[in-house]
T-cell receptor, first 116, second 112 residues
Framework: DTGVSQDPRHKITKRGQNVTFRCDPISEHNRLYWYRQTLGQGPEFLTYFQNEAQLEKSRLLSDRFSAERPKGSFSTLEIQRTEQGDSAMYLC??????????????FGSGTRLTVV | TQLLEQSPQFLSIQEGENLTVYCNSSSVFSSLQWYRQEPGEGPVLLVTVVTGGEVKKLKRLTFQFGDARKDSSLHITAAQPGDTGLYLCAGDYGGSQGNLIFGKGTKLSVKP
């Protein structure tokens, strides 16, 4: 078990460009979550998957954001037409489902996005 | 809207001092988790509390869940510089929601 992996660790992009982040969860975990964290704030929920199904999306997730988990394994988060306000740390986490999620989430190290 | 309020936001203390961090909500949690986060890294789970009134200890850290399951506290005894970091509480409101709601965190700095 290598934990939750996120790639890339850092991304600098110009405003208006598209970016895609990848998350590889713990293999036994059927739930996968995306959070966004800005400086001085706690993580804010964006969306989560149970297996390949996207079960919930936050109102923070504008139409420019899309997430997929095609085979219930890794997930991608794409941001189209990036804006400076998208600059943040994007965190991925995974957990077991149902009451087993009480065992806690395992977070990746995050992808730091800077939009210039 | 379910909000989790943490206090204080910042705490700077000397090595050896004790401290308490609070996490409060107007809503009832089915469970509450505490995480610690270091700069440039993701949060790492410290503990999950589930039962009202529950107390859990992790070495010098003591976690308490309020009787009504609306609040929690984290107490650190004899803080050390290695305790420095961002402490986050996260509430699970159960039901059909699958996501944790995080507080803004308490940034702790322990000086030698």
């Amino acid at each position: 078990d290598t934990g939750v992996s996120q790639d890339p660790r850092h991304k600098i992009t110009k405003r208006g460009q598209n970016v895609t982040f990848r998350c590889d969860p713990i293999s036994e975990h059927n739930r996968l979550y995306w959070y966004r964290q800005t400086l001085g704030q706690g993580p804010e929920f964006l969306t989560y998957f149970q297996n390949e199904a996207q079960l919930e999306k936050s109102r923070l997730l504008s139409d420019r954001f899309s997430a997929e988990r095609p085979k219930g394994s890794f997930s991608t988060l794409e941001i189209q037409r990036t804006e400076q306000g998208d600059s943040a740390m994007y965190l991925c986490a995974s957990s077991l489902g149902g009451t087993l999620r009480l065992a806690g989430y395992t977070f990746g190290s995050g992808t730091r996005l800077t939009v210039v | 809207t379910q909000l989790l309020e943490q206090s204080p936001q910042f705490l700077s203390i000397q090595e050896g001092e004790n401290l308490t961090v609070y996490c409060n909500s107007s809503s009832v949690f089915s469970s509450l988790q505490w995480y610690r986060q270091e700069p440039g890294e993701g949060p790492v789970l410290l503990v999950t509390v589930v039962t009202g009134g529950e107390v859990k200890k992790l070495k010098r850290l003591t976690f308490q869940f309020g009787d009504a399951r609306k609040d929690s506290s984290l107490h650190i005894t004899a803080a050390q510089p290695g305790d420095t970091g961002l402490y986050l509480c996260a509430g699970d409101y159960g039901g059909s929601q699958g996501n944790l709601i995080f507080g803004k965190g308490t940034k702790l700095s322990v000086k030698p």
